[in-house]
């Protein structure tokens, strides 16, 4: 392999920043992290120190000047993903970015046109892909062993009860996060549908902001959401047009419960995936990568079987967040992703389209198609 190094800027210094972004790209070879940007100068200067990164920016667009910078990762708010991203690629740099990958559809193809008019590597930072137990799951089904999918319930809860008083954090607060937990944990949960079975083609959901006590800072996005949705696997036949959601008119439709909330008690139900065939079912543990297990139930039997995972699906750390990173890395070594593994903005995109959907179908009352 070359010894060439691939010089990175990251720009935010939140939690994710520091736990995944800058230890990410140094734990690869030929990764350098070499700067740091956020708005709250203190705070990134803190955080370089702690993390060994020897330049710290307060404006990103004074990071992008740099020629010596090969790639950009976004760590920022959702509000901010459009204006660094399009800045950065047309600044010439590779960039990786936090999801949701905007605030809306719009800015999401905006993000996509531009990305693919550089020619440049750009990936969305879906975890859940570089997990050992989803990419078993997409194995498991790719060779049948649970028959043919129908059913996928998933779940996520991120968050606990609601403390008096709280201050509200970004994600809390319209003006910076797309949609709340629904665009947070919904870009993740979308993304792994497609990644393991197929893009969702419609939603219906429904959305609760959750009011504090009185007195506590009242948020504004999405606090819990419910939804149904439904895809059609790849390279079946189906009946033409709109789907009817009909099992018996629609044999190759699997039918999708999601569930997603930030104000539940943490650990109380584990976040997962559980998919039912015609001949068996498996459920997936979803982390960033530590203590992660599959299980499986097979036709005829009452039992559930742990299927063999990679030892370091079974440690304590989050490993995901390092293998994604290093993809990152990969990719820009090589000039380009893995079509196979790498979400690009086109995931990105999808996922957007799906969150959007949702968000529709919660004022209408309605199904509403994903689109493409």
């Known amino acids: 392999m070359s010894e060439r190094r691939v010089r990175v800027g990251v ?7 520091e736990e995944c972004h800058v230890p990410g790209v140094q734990a690869h070879p030929q990764g350098d992290v070499v700067a740091l940007c956020a708005r709250n100068r203190e705070r990134a200067t803190a955080m370089a120190a702690r993390l060994g990164v020897p330049e710290v920016y307060a404006d990103y667009r004074e990071l992008l000047a740099r020629p010596d910078v090969d790639a950009i990762t976004v760590a920022t708010p959702d509000a901010l993903h459009l204006p660094v991203t399009v800045a950065a690629l047309e600044a010439g740099k590779h960039v990786f970015c936090e999801k949701p990958l905007a605030m809306n559809v719009a800015g999401a193809r905006k993000m996509v046109e531009v990305a693919g008019r550089s020619g440049l590597v750009a990936m969305v930072a879906f975890t859940f892909r570089y997990t050992r137990a989803l990419q078993e799951l997409r194995r498991l089904l790719g060779q049948g062993a649970i028959g043919t999918p129908f059913y996928v319930a998933t779940q996520v809860h991120w968050g606990g009860i609601t403390a008096p008083g709280a201050a509200l954090t970004w994600r809390e607060q319209a003006g910076e996060s797309a949609a709340g937990i629904w665009a947070d944990g919904g870009a993740h949960l979308f993304d792994a549908l497609a990644y393991a079975l197929a893009p969702a083609q419609e939603v219906c959901g429904q959305m609760m902001i959750v009011p504090r006590e009185e007195g506590s800072p009242q948020p504004d996005t999405v606090d819990l959401a419910t939804a149904l949705a439904r895809l059609r696997l790849p390279g079946r036949e189906g009946s033409a047009g709109r789907p009817s959601g009909y099992a018996d008119r629609e044999p190759d439709m699997v039918h999708i419960v999601l569930l997603l909330s930030r104000v539940g008690q943490p650990g109380d139900v584990g976040d997962g995936i559980h998919v039912v065939g015609t001949r ?25 079987e742990d299927v063999a995972l990679p030892e370091d699906a079974t440690t304590d750390q989050p490993l995901a ?12 070594l090589r000039g380009h992703l893995d079509p196979e593994q790498d979400p690009g903005f086109a995931a990105g995109l999808h996922t957007q389209l799906a969150l959007d959907a949702g968000l529709r179908s919660a004022r209408s009352g309605c199904w509403e198609e994903v689109g493409q």
């Open 321 to 332: 967040l390092v293998r994604m990173m290093g993809a990152f890395v990969d990719a820009v």
């Open 280 to 304: 068996g079912a498996v459920h997936v543990s979803l982390t960033r990568g530590q203590h992660e297990r599959v299980s499986l139930l097979r036709a005829g039997s009452s039992r559930w």
């Open 11 to 17: 720009v935010g210094a939140g939690r994710f920043a």
